[in-house]
């Protein structure tokens, strides 16, 4: 007959520490772990004394007996406990203004509808921008004949000149949206306004064949209203425009001419043909160059330093004014007659860069956004429109029902805002983004803004999305000319689509619509 020994004995009356757990609370030896545990620590039974045993979903708690009070048996095995870990800055508001903290985890498999859940916002995103679309801010009225030219001020974004048709040059203050200076120029129209570079003068030529500088400060008390200096010329002057860095400034009228401000005389006269030139603007970049347009249907470019025109491309129609890319040194935009808008380099004018059309009727000015990426046109159709430089279509346009032919339109040097003057005497200011909101946003309005911009450009290209952003309400006049336009080119495109079907091959060139309009260019 065997006999036990005294370690089988103690084996026998001290059973391992899972048995214990499992003999006193019906727990299994291996716990599930249940849902939603924030964090784990494994725990020995060596080093507990009191734990947080899960038996199932409920939790108990267990008093487990120290090391000293048992010795290890054969097969005594260690046990892992789940223990809950919770931090309350991780969810407890320090204040009841503090917003509620929301966990989130973003495991892309606890997200299998991601993309659609985007698109929805970028849907919504894209109706709420045409909602809050609301670009009119202000109208500056006070002019008692029609704006012909505005100005801005180089160093004050609040500062802005206009002049009109009667003669009269005012100031105007954006900030207060008021007039605080008003000056009689000239008799007759004010053909050119242009400031200083250091914003101290500007500069106003008029009818009266007079060029005239005055103070951008306001006479003092008992003082009159008198210009600096007054050169009287030999022919109208039609347009004017001041050097970038220089005390030079170049007006046109029959020819261009290069002025020094100290002297009475120009400096140079330089002149390419016989018709009246209608706008001369100095570059921005490389500014001894400078551009022109003339009523022979010519842009003409010059180069100070040699006193003589470089190169000139002639049109299908006339050119009315031209405005300088401020990033790009080589490229300029020409506003034309015959509705369109083209962007040229001027290393390559035989074939613009890109041809801008959705004008209905002549673009009378254009002007560049600071950042060079945009530019905003007038036209005699009653609307302002912005155009991306690289777009043939505009993204934005603009129209009030009281607003008449746009003459002359500005870009302000924030690139926040667009100016426009027109025949019926107002002056108005609108946004350049048409659903920005003004005033100061939060981080979490930045934000919002920022992730939403980011959800319409990525799905920008999808046809319910691309419809509303696109959409427009337009005056019915030129709607109907927009369909009226559009049946006539159809009906040009069809005529020559049949002529070289029907032709003997190569005999009929096919002209790209880029230089359909390009005439001749002349160096």
């Given at each position: 007959?065997?006999?036990?020994?005294?370690?089988?004995?103690?084996?026998?009356?001290?059973?391992?520490?899972?048995?214990?757990?499992?003999?006193?609370?019906?727990?299994?030896?291996?716990?599930?772990?249940?849902?939603?545990?924030?964090?784990?620590?494994?725990?020995?039974?060596?080093?507990?004394?009191?734990?947080?045993?899960?038996?199932?979903?409920?939790?108990?708690?267990?008093?487990?007996?120290?090391?000293?009070?048992?010795?290890?048996?054969?097969?005594?095995?260690?046990?892992?406990?789940?223990?809950?870990?919770?931090?309350?800055?991780?969810?407890?508001?320090?204040?009841?203004?503090?917003?509620?903290?929301?966990?989130?985890?973003?495991?892309?498999?606890?997200?299998?509808?991601?993309?659609?859940?985007?698109?929805?916002?970028?849907?919504?995103?894209?109706?709420?921008?045409?909602?809050?679309?609301?670009?009119?801010?202000?109208?500056?009225?006070?002019?008692?004949?029609?704006?012909?030219?505005?100005?801005?001020?180089?160093?004050?974004?609040?500062?802005?000149?206009?002049?009109?048709?009667?003669?009269?040059?005012?100031?105007?203050?954006?900030?207060?949206?008021?007039?605080?200076?008003?000056?009689?120029?000239?008799?007759?129209?004010?053909?050119?306004?242009?400031?200083?570079?250091?914003?101290?003068?500007?500069?106003?030529?008029?009818?009266?064949?007079?060029?005239?500088?005055?103070?951008?400060?306001?006479?003092?008390?008992?003082?009159?209203?008198?210009?600096?200096?007054?050169?009287?010329?030999?022919?109208?002057?039609?347009?004017?425009?001041?050097?970038?860095?220089?005390?030079?400034?170049?007006?046109?009228?029959?020819?261009?001419?290069?002025?020094?401000?100290?002297?009475?005389?120009?400096?140079?006269?330089?002149?390419?043909?016989?018709?009246?030139?209608?706008?001369?603007?100095?570059?921005?970049?490389?500014?001894?160059?400078?551009?022109?347009?003339?009523?022979?249907?010519?842009?003409?470019?010059?180069?100070?330093?040699?006193?003589?025109?470089?190169?000139?491309?002639?049109?299908?129609?006339?050119?009315?004014?031209?405005?300088?890319?401020?990033?790009?040194?080589?490229?300029?935009?020409?506003?034309?007659?015959?509705?369109?808008?083209?962007?040229?380099?001027?290393?390559?004018?035989?074939?613009?860069?890109?041809?801008?059309?959705?004008?209905?009727?002549?673009?009378?000015?254009?002007?560049?956004?600071?950042?060079?990426?945009?530019?905003?046109?007038?036209?005699?159709?009653?609307?302002?429109?912005?155009?991306?430089?690289?777009?043939?279509?505009?993204?934005?346009?603009?129209?009030?029902?009281?607003?008449?032919?746009?003459?002359?339109?500005?870009?302000?040097?924030?690139?926040?805002?667009?100016?426009?003057?027109?025949?019926?005497?107002?002056?108005?200011?609108?946004?350049?983004?048409?659903?920005?909101?003004?005033?100061?946003?939060?981080?979490?309005?930045?934000?919002?803004?920022?992730?939403?911009?980011?959800?319409?450009?990525?799905?920008?290209?999808?046809?319910?999305?691309?419809?509303?952003?696109?959409?427009?309400?337009?005056?019915?006049?030129?709607?109907?000319?927009?369909?009226?336009?559009?049946?006539?080119?159809?009906?040009?495109?069809?005529?020559?689509?049949?002529?070289?079907?029907?032709?003997?091959?190569?005999?009929?060139?096919?002209?790209?619509?880029?230089?359909?309009?390009i005439v001749a260019v002349v160096k």
């Open positions: 007959m065997l006999q036990r020994t005294d370690a089988e004995d103690t084996a026998q009356q001290q059973p391992p520490l899972a048995n214990v757990c499992q003999q006193n609370y019906g727990a299994p030896q291996d716990p599930v772990e249940p849902a939603g545990l924030r964090s784990a620590s494994h725990v020995t039974g060596s080093s507990l004394g009191k734990a947080e045993v899960f038996c199932g979903s409920r939790r108990r708690w267990a008093e487990l007996v120290p090391e000293s009070s048992w010795s290890p048996a054969v097969g005594a095995s260690k046990m892992k406990v789940k223990m809950l870990s919770r931090n309350p800055d991780n969810y407890v508001r320090e204040t009841k203004l503090d917003l509620q903290r929301v966990p989130r985890n973003y495991d892309p498999t606890l997200h299998p509808f991601e993309v659609p859940r985007e698109y929805v916002r970028a849907l919504n995103a894209t109706k709420l921008e045409r909602v809050f679309a609301k670009p009119f801010l202000a109208s500056l009225d006070g002019h008692r004949d029609g704006v012909n030219c505005l100005a801005k001020h180089p160093k004050n974004l609040a500062t802005v000149l206009s002049g009109a048709c009667d003669g009269e040059v005012r100031i105007w203050n954006l900030t207060q949206r008021n007039c605080i200076r008003t000056v009689q120029a000239h008799e007759g129209f004010v053909r050119g306004i242009c400031t200083r570079f250091c914003g101290t003068s500007f500069f106003t030529v008029g009818d009266d064949k007079t060029v005239k500088q005055w103070k951008m400060d306001g006479p003092g008390y008992g003082e009159e209203e008198e210009p600096l200096h007054t050169i009287l010329g030999k022919t109208v002057y039609t347009g004017i425009d001041h050097h970038w860095k220089e005390a030079v400034f170049a007006t046109c009228g029959q020819q261009v001419d290069i002025w020094d401000e100290q002297r009475t005389n120009p400096i140079c006269s330089m002149t390419w043909g016989f018709d009246s030139i209608s706008s001369v603007k100095f570059n921005p970049v490389e500014t001894f160059l400078l551009g022109s347009c003339a009523s022979d249907r010519n842009i003409v470019l010059y180069d100070m330093r040699q006193a003589t025109p470089l190169k000139k491309v002639i049109l299908d129609m006339r050119t009315n004014t031209i405005c300088w890319n401020p990033m790009e040194a080589f490229i300029f935009t020409a506003a034309n007659e015959d509705y369109n808008l083209y962007t040229f380099d001027m290393r390559a004018l035989d074939t613009p860069v890109m041809v801008h059309m959705d004008h209905v009727s002549a673009v009378l000015d254009v002007d560049y956004s600071p950042t060079g990426k945009e530019f905003v046109s007038a036209s005699f159709d009653k609307s302002i429109r912005i155009f991306p430089v690289d777009k043939s279509r505009s993204r934005e346009v603009y129209h009030t029902k009281r607003m008449q032919h746009v003459i002359c339109v500005k870009w302000t040097s924030d690139s926040k805002y667009i100016m426009c003057g027109s025949d019926e005497m107002n002056i108005r200011l609108w946004k350049a983004n048409a659903s920005e909101k003004l005033g100061v946003l939060t981080s979490r309005e930045k934000a919002a803004k920022d992730y939403n911009q980011k959800l319409k450009e990525k799905f920008q290209h999808y046809p319910h999305i691309k419809r509303i952003a696109r959409h427009r309400h337009l005056p019915k006049s030129i709607y109907s000319q927009i369909q009226e336009q559009r049946i006539m080119k159809e009906a040009r495109r069809r005529k020559e689509v049949n002529r070289i079907k029907h032709s003997k091959p190569g005999s009929v060139p096919i002209v790209s619509e880029k230089k359909k309009h």
